[in-house]
């Protein structure tokens, strides 16, 4: 199945009502050091509000409460996969995406038959502390070449000014945090994200 090309990741279900409206159509809910109440109540309202807009909500990390609120898509890193149960993913309807950073990573990954990969970071990142040196744009082609028709998502430090090189080198779909949540106007990134990609979006 087709991910939209581009992939907004937000910090909290708070962005929504101003980034619904503009189009968004993939977005993950990636929520750190919340406890487990307001994760339930924040996640189930993203659900609400991305069905009404026709968005696709990915939910990042909590695959239990993913399934427990009727979610249709998670996230998952190579850590989160050590104590995650595919099977329940599985039998519970959930498509998955999964992060990779080298090639055993994605081997593993693949034999999850993930419904998209991530490789990251593409560029430096300011969100958070990574052991992984930046991968480069070349390194997408060479992931491309190995996930075959597995869309492929490109994450890490990606701008608008990065992005088109990237589509060129072989993402599918291009994943965002902090080019538009700490942007000026993130209305106006948003914008010209969606704009840049529009010729993707089928
Ligand atoms: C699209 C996408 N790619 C990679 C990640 C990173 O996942 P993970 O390695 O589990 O790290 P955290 O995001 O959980 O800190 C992602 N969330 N989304
Ligand atoms: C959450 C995350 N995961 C990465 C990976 O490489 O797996 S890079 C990353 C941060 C992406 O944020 P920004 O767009 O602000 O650089
Ligand atoms: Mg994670």
Same mark, same amino acid.
């Given at each position: 199945m087709m991910l939209d090309p581009f992939y907004l990741i937000i910090d &909290? #279900? +708070?962005w929504l009502p101003r980034f619904l409206? !503009? &189009? !968004? +159509?993939l977005v993950q809910l990636r929520i750190k050091d919340k406890p487990e109440a307001e994760l339930r109540v924040q996640i189930a309202e993203a659900k609400t509000l991305c069905a009404e807009a026709g968005c696709q909500l990915i939910v990042n990390d909590y695959w239990q409460l993913a399934l427990e609120l009727g979610c249709d898509y998670v996230h998952l890193g190579q850590e989160d996969l050590d104590d995650a149960d595919v099977t329940a993913i599985r039998d519970g309807g959930l498509r998955l995406g999964v992060s990779t950073h080298d090639d055993r990573e994605l081997d593993r990954a693949l034999a999850l038959k993930p419904d998209y990969v991530a490789l990251g970071p593409v560029y430096p990142t300011i969100l958070k502390a990574m052991k992984w040196a930046p991968q480069g744009v070349e390194k997408v082609t060479g992931w491309k070449e190995k996930v075959g028709d597995v869309p492929l998502v490109a994450i890490g430090g990606l701008t608008i000014e990065r992005a088109p090189a990237v589509f060129e080198a072989g993402a599918d779909s291009i994943s965002v945090v902090t080019? #538009? !949540? !700490?942007?000026?106007s993130p209305e106006t990134r948003l914008r010209e994200w969606l704009e840049l990609t529009a010729p993707r979006r089928k």
């Open positions: &909290g #279900v +708070k409206p !503009l &189009g !968004l +159509k080019d #538009v !949540l !700490l942007a000026e």
